[in-house]
């Protein structure tokens, strides 16, 4: 029987470097990957990765927020905090997936996006809003899965999707619960408290219908059994990827829009469209 372990537990094991993360399910899950880089306007962005491969026989783009394992390889990606750079990047790879008519996959593991000076100059905000934008519209399925953490709007730039997956101890949130405290509180060190009050683990999002599945976690965490968890997550990919390649690019986007909309929707509201 698994432990039942508290919203701030589960913030904490969503940080462990151990759990695979998102280059470790683009290895296992996906064949011939074949990298894309730079955003043809300032750099490549090394905490954002995008390209094209085959799931089976099914050409694929993915797109993947990526924190490191070892001390070197999270300086080299920035410890997953992406710049501007990085959301152009993403959006080279969704034009070129709605062109060629190919699913996009994206996975996501940020504390949020960079919010340093140099990413606010090079228009921070913007490249996340044009994110949210041409994921709304784009006339193919999105399967976007939370693997680790899913900060602001840093993570919300590669979730706008047709199905939102969340695994067990992954979680999704405004903001840090850190940084909630801070700001409610005044006092950082309520963290645990603001963890609860938050709602931000899968099973509160599946609660509110924002997460579309939670894939469970052998023993209550992933970097337990690695090999299960990218193993769980590429079945479900697989799933999604048969039904949502069935449906019109028309129907697909009225149920996408659908979707978003009752988010947040008290009971007896009713949604246009």
């Known amino acids: 029987m698994k432990k039942k372990l508290t919203p701030y537990e589960r913030v904490k094991i969503a940080r462990d470097a151990k759990r695979p ?128 953490e899913g900060g602001s709007g840093g993570a919300l730039a590669l979730a706008v999707a047709d199905r939102l997956i969340m695994h067990e101890n992954a979680v999704l949130s405004v903001l840090s619960p850190e940084g909630f405290a801070s700001i409610l509180w005044k006092d950082p060190s309520r963290v645990a408290e603001a963890s609860d009050v938050m709602k931000l683990t899968a099973a509160d999002l599946l609660e509110y219908k924002i997460a579309d599945y939670v894939i469970p976690e052998p023993d209550s965490d992933a970097s337990k059994a690695p090999e299960l968890m990218i193993n769980r997550t590429g079945e479900l990919i697989r799933q999604e990827l048969r039904e949502l390649t069935a449906i019109s690019a028309a129907q697909l986007l009225s149920n996408r829009y659908r979707k978003y909309r009752l988010i947040g929707a008290l009971e007896g509201s009713v949604c246009v469209g």
Do not use: W
């Open 21 to 148: 993360g998102s280059d470790d399910y683009i290895d296992a899950l996906f064949e011939d990957f074949f990298e894309i880089h730079g955003d043809r306007a300032y750099s490549d962005d090394p905490a954002v990765i995008c390209g094209i491969a085959r799931f089976g026989n099914v050409p694929v783009s993915i797109a993947a927020i990526c924190k490191g394992h070892t001390i070197e390889e999270r300086v080299k990606r920035n410890f997953g905090m992406a710049q501007p750079d990085g959301y152009r990047k993403f959006l080279r790879c969704l034009a070129q997936a709605v062109k060629f008519h190919r699913p996009v996959i994206t996975f996501i593991d940020t504390p949020g996006a960079y919010p340093g000076k140099s990413a606010e100059e090079r228009g921070q905000g913007h490249a996340i809003a044009e994110c949210l934008y041409q994921m709304s519209a784009a006339p193919i399925p999105i399967i976007s899965i939370v693997i680790g």
